[in-house]
């Protein structure tokens, strides 16, 4: 029994996984404080404000794209 136990203290096979699965579980409860305390809403706005100045350029290089595409009213003249 005594060699059992000496065995399985001296193993260190599982030790890699304990400490990845303790960073994740800490990592992973910081993220839920800071996301509690607001920083989920300034992310947010951050990514909204993103998403709108992508939006507005698009829609400018549609126009300006259609204006460059679009014959002159009276090309004889």
Known sequence: ??????????????QGMVEYALIIAFVAAIAIVALNNGLGDSIKNAFTG???A????SNAAATYSQQQSTPPANPGE
């Open 50 to 52: 993103a998403a709108g």
């Open 1 to 14: 029994m005594n060699k059992l136990i000496k065995k399985l203290k001296a193993s260190e096979k599982g």
């Open 54 to 57: 992508v939006s507005n350029a």
